[in-house]
């Protein structure tokens, strides 16, 4: 059975950092791509990022690029987002998802996600 | 940017008739849409993918077609356990990945 769990989410200042994790379970890890899709308090589904299975590629939405990072320990079957320079507007719920496929397109797992809230 | 419209915003549907949804892409997507139903407090499930492929596990009152730039997703029979808030999801041309803005389903 295919398994996501996420964690690290935390309250945060403003400009500052945290990384959040998603344990995968139930499949060959370092074969599939896999994603990070946010939703913020009461709003819709928003992408963040993918990577592909061997982590050789990375894509990012427009409103985290150049202050999130997501990346991949294939040997520990985690997904991570390194998120710096925070705003309020990062509030949401961070889900990783995947299809248990070689590229992403859409997304038949989800993890529970983990809320991140930026505020002062 | 692929722009996903859905309308209505929210739809009040009686137990046992059926709900339109509509989902309509900025450009043509071929059949590269998937629909997904979120209860509140719950991750999103797949419903749909290639626009009218029904996922595993996904009951057959739920169908689903379209092609391009205008997509449906049909609910036959409303049940009370349907009322929840539905997304569709373009993977044709990306980054971005790009999901309506939801249509929320309430039991009249």
């Known amino acids: 059975e295919v398994q996501l769990l996420e964690s690290g989410g935390a309250l945060e200042q403003p400009g500052g950092s945290l990384r959040l994790s998603c344990t995968a379970s139930?499949?060959?890890?370092?074969?599939?791509?896999i994603t990070w899709v946010r939703q913020a308090p009461g709003r819709g589904l928003e992408w963040v990022s993918s990577i592909s299975g061997s982590a050789d590629t990375t894509y990012y939405a427009d409103s985290v690029k150049g202050r999130f990072t997501i990346s991949r320990g294939n040997s520990a079957n985690t997904l991570y987002l390194h998120m710096d320079s925070l705003r309020v507007e990062d509030s949401a719920v961070y889900y990783c998802?995947?299809?248990?496929?070689?590229?992403?397109?859409?997304?038949?797992?989800w993890g529970k996600g983990t809320l991140v809230t930026v505020a002062s | 940017e692929i722009v996903m419209t859905q309308s209505p915003v929210t739809l009040s549907v009686s137990p046992g008739e059926r709900a339109t949804l509509s989902c309509r892409a900025s450009?043509?997507?071929?059949?590269?849409l998937a629909w997904y139903q979120q209860k509140p407090g719950q991750a999103p499930r797949v419903l749909i993918y290639?626009?009218?492929t029904r996922a595993s596990g996904i009951p057959a009152r739920f169908s689903a077609s379209g092609s391009g730039t205008e997509f449906t997703l049909t609910i036959s029979s409303l049940q009370s356990e349907d009322s929840a808030v539905y997304y569709c999801q373009q993977y044709k041309k990306w980054p971005p990945l790009t999901f309506g803005q939801g249509t929320k389903v309430e039991i009249k």
């Open positions: 290639g626009a009218s």
């Open positions: 450009e043509s997507v071929r059949d590269n």
């Open positions: 139930g499949f060959t890890f370092s074969h599939y791509a």
């Open positions: 998802a995947c299809r248990v496929a070689a590229y992403t397109d859409y997304f038949v797992y």
